[in-house]
């Protein structure tokens, strides 16, 4: 297996464009990684998409988006996982460098969902969970978050404010990101008072219905030293773990196996323990989600990623800042894109470029994307090389 | 071959609206209503309840009662007005869930209120003939009554099962006759959402004609008096008509206050007369006799009388009691929230 | 959304609760699967699912998927069995303010959704609160 490097990152600002297609999104973040990176050419493309077809009638995604890039037959392919879809195409890119089998491959997501009104989307979003025995009984995933979330509660005494101190830490991080779908700061009691969605989680908990793409470009790390990239990132390590599907065949519904399993196979691959991070990109399409991801990320102790997030541990300046970016929640969450967009934050993290977000002396980083309640989970680590 | 009920079991939803609450919308005088009446409160249906589902459990209790394999039961019928196809039955999707197909012969009744009695009627009939061990028959029913009708504050929703057979009866069937003639005074037509009635109308000549010369034809047939029985019920489509029927025929009142379920339940129409049967027989005591008179508009009345054995003692606690499940735990809603359970509000179609 | 012959498919589970229990390590499995998640055996015997259970986890639905907004707002709830499986559904009929972890449930038969004004009624389990 080759070494792998990450040299280019494109990404389009996201929120409701509704001037743009789902091609016209993708494009404009491939093109944008590919003259990030400063190469002529990709030899394969895969996109993370986790349904063109219920958000805007269309499949089939590998050849429409790879005939957009002008450059010929190249392979495309088309992953999807639901929510982590982008992730796990960045895995199926840095596997296809990493075997030998491409050199330069671009690696991307994308997802257009406002063509669609709020029902359909709940609908579409509702396919990552199991539709025979979760969905067919009127859940939803905000629902199935919010359960989560009872247990956690109930199991840790994880509180109210400190839920809503997630979303307020990840807007004031957004508030920062000129990409970023919402770039405004809220308060606790904002959250706290927002309308509910699924008892106990209210809107300002959820992360937004977004249109938006992310690309990054992979080449063997040999290859990236010699082009003399702005600044070579390598992958330090790509794991990929899978639970049940329905949160109620999970024994414990506090916690998350599955990224569990995938960071402790990532920090083994790269060699390092969380307390080598210097910051985390990770998955919260809830504030609980978040909480919950951070305890197994082994970042905290079981049962305390509560406290912790109301503690500033996780804060910019903190000792490990969680979603510089401002997370799914604030920076927006085009499902697919959002995988390869963690992976666009820690290269402007690694590089120095992420401005007023800059997290201080960053040099290595995870970005943990997930499917459903959790059912997927894709971890990488990423580090200056 | 004595036939008779094996087991019995009863289901009423957990909803009530108040008179009141019906009275105060449509500027109607409650007092009046409750006394004319003689009704205080209905069950009313959640949307996801309906015939089928309260079938079900029903079914359900009826089948712990009668402590059977539920694959030995040889027909299943299901008398209701508000059967949720109109096209499919409703029996395959209770005989499904009672575990009673595929060898199981299925139909769906309808007779206005007097469908579950028919199917009672039918089921009788086919164990007596040697057809089969087992039957069951559902009466159940969520009726719309038309918003600021009389009928809004009776029609109210609720099922009554009971498998018939021939060995281990905890009630036998000694008698049963019916009366029937076309009579126009309660209808809905095909595509219709509420149904009409015909004022008085309903009363002497279809009501009280049917019901008391039914009551006397079997009082006739089987050459008994009021005296013969401690228990009687009729349909009951608001409080006052079965106690005049009871009153006018010689049955006291203390004969039946225990089936007269209707002043807090409502007219659970094909459910009605079938479910105040399941209240006396959780209360009855082996020999008690029970004369039984439905009626369903259209028009027509089945009579039958009972004859409780010593089994009824075994089965009485093995289910939830109906006035028990009448009387536990009822949960009070406003006009506005029945209004939206019952589909009476027009809403913006689905695309 | 729901066909006919995708309803039907899981009539045995939504109907009669019928689970399949592997015949190695005795887990019971629902809906019934071809592999057992534990010790891999692939003979199962059919059996019926605990009517009565426990509220591990639940929340209460504000925004309803389409076909549920005129039961909003209503709880679900992952119910912990007695024989230990765990399903998801709709806990009804009772105050939503008051609802806990722990509470006991009994399943009941119910109308859980339907395909639109003219499609198929699909019925199911809920789960009512005991006693």
């Known amino acids: 297996m080759r070494e792998v490097a990450v040299i280019g990152v494109g990404m389009n600002r996201w929120g409701e464009l509704w001037k743009k297609s789902h091609r016209q999104i993708w494009t404009e973040a491939a093109i944008e990684a590919i003259e990030d990176a400063g190469v002529d050419h990709v030899d394969a493309m895969y996109v993370g998409c986790m349904s063109g077809g219920l958000f805007v009638g269309q499949e089939h995604l590998g050849p429409l988006l790879a005939e957009q890039l002008g450059m010929g037959p190249i392979p495309g392919t088309r992953v999807e996982s639901a929510c982590a879809s982008g992730g796990l195409a960045f895995r199926q890119a840095y596997l296809a460098v990493a075997s030998g089998e491409h050199d330069i491959v671009i690696a991307s997501g994308v997802e257009k969902m406002t063509d669609v009104d709020g029902g359909a989307a709940t609908y579409a979003l509702s396919t990552a969970a199991d539709q025979e025995y979760e969905c067919y009984q009127g859940i939803t995933f905000p629902g199935l978050y919010a359960m989560m979330a009872s247990v956690h509660m109930a199991k840790y005494g994880t509180t109210r404010k400190q839920l809503a101190d997630v979303a307020v830490k990840n807007h004031y991080n957004g508030a920062r990101n000129p990409l970023a779908q919402f770039q405004g700061e809220i308060t606790a009691d904002q959250v706290m008072s927002s309308v509910l969605v699924a008892d106990p989680l209210r809107i300002l908990d959820c992360s937004p219905i977004t249109d938006g793409a992310a690309a990054v470009i992979l080449v063997p790390l040999d290859y990236a030293k010699k082009m003399n990239a702005d600044m070579v990132v390598r992958v330090a390590a790509s794991a990929h773990a899978t639970d049940a599907i329905a949160l109620h065949d999970r024994e414990d519904l506090a916690w998350l196996a599955s990224t569990q399993v995938a960071a402790e196979k990532a920090y083994k691959q790269a060699g390092i323990t969380s307390k080598d991070l210097s910051f985390c990109e990770v998955h919260d399409c809830f504030t609980i989600a978040e909480v919950m991801v951070s305890e197994a990320l082994g970042l905290f102790d079981r049962g305390s990623g509560g406290p912790a997030a109301s503690s500033g541990a996780t804060a910019l300046g903190g000792e490990i800042p969680i979603n510089p970016s401002g997370g799914l929640k604030s920076k927006g969450h085009p499902v697919g894109a959002t995988g390869v967009a963690q992976i666009r934050e820690v290269m402007m993290q690694l590089r120095g470029k992420a401005g007023d977000r800059q997290v201080k002396n960053a040099h290595r980083a995870l970005t943990q994307n997930m499917g459903g309640t959790g059912a997927s989970t894709v971890v990488h680590i990423f580090e200056r090389a | 071959m004595e036939v008779g009920i094996v087991g019995y079991g009863a289901y009423v939803p957990r909803h009530r609206i108040k008179v009141e609450e019906i009275a105060k919308v449509w500027g109607a005088d409650a007092p009046s209503y409750k006394r004319g009446l003689m009704l205080q409160e209905k069950s009313v249906p959640t949307p996801d309840q309906d015939t089928i589902t309260m079938s079900v459990e029903a079914g359900r209790h009826a089948l712990v009662r009668a402590g059977i394999d539920p694959a030995k039961i040889g027909a299943i019928y299901i008398g209701s007005e508000s059967h949720p196809y109109a096209v499919k039955p409703s029996g395959t999707v209770v005989a499904e869930a009672l575990g009673g197909t595929p060898d199981i012969h299925c139909a769906d009744f309808e007779f206005a209120c007097k469908a579950g009695s028919e199917a009672m009627f039918v089921s009788l009939s086919l164990v007596r003939a040697g057809e089969m061990d087992f039957a069951l028959a559902i009466g159940a029913d969520t009726s719309q009554g038309a918003p600021g009708d009389a009928l809004e504050y009776s029609a109210s929703a609720g099922a009554a099962a009971f498998i018939f057979g021939h060995e281990n009866i905890a009630a036998v069937c000694e008698t049963t006759y019916s009366y029937t003639t076309d009579t126009p005074d309660f209808w809905r037509r095909e595509y219709q959402f509420y149904p009409r009635h015909a004022g008085r109308y309903t009363g002497e000549p279809a009501y009280f004609k049917h019901v008391l010369s039914c009551a006397r034809g079997l009082m006739e047939k089987a050459n008994v008096t009021p005296d013969d029985f401690r228990w009687a019920v009729f349909h009951q489509p608001n409080g006052k008509f079965p106690m005049r029927a009871a009153k006018e025929l010689g049955f006291s009142k203390e004969k039946v206050e225990q089936g007269w379920l209707v002043p807090t339940l409502g007219n659970t129409y094909s459910g009605s007369s079938p479910m105040g049967l399941t209240a006396i027989l959780d209360k009855a005591e082996p020999g008690d006799k029970i004369f039984m008179v439905s009626y369903g508009s259209g028009a027509g009345s089945d009579g039958f009388i009972w004859r409780v054995t010593d089994r009824i003692r075994e089965i009485q606690d093995k289910a939830p009691q109906t006035r028990e499940q009448l009387e536990n735990n009822p949960i009070y809603i406003d006009y506005g929230t029945y209004a939206k359970y019952r589909g009476k509000i027009r809403k913006l179609a689905e695309s | 959304m729901i066909g006919s012959a995708r309803y039907w498919r899981e009539i045995p589970q939504r109907y009669r609760y019928e689970a399949g229990k592997c ?93 639109g004004e003219s499609g198929i009624l699909c019925y199911g389990y809920k789960f009512v609160p005991r006693g």
Not at chain 3, 78 to 95: F, N, P, S, Y
């Open chain 3, 23 to 115: 015949t190695g390590c005795d887990k019971i499995f629902f809906p019934p699967r071809n592999v057992c998640s534990k010790c891999r055996g692939q003979e199962f015997e059919t059996v019926t699912l605990a009517k009565n259970g426990e509220v591990e986890a639940f929340t209460i639905i504000r925004v309803a998927p389409s076909g549920f907004q005129d039961e909003s707002p209503y709880a679900v709830g992952v119910i912990r069995l007695e024989d230990g499986v765990k399903v998801t559904a709709q806990i009804t009929d009772c105050d939503l303010e008051k609802l806990a972890i722990g509470d006991q449930v009994s399943r009941e038969f119910r109308l859980v959704q339907q395909d």
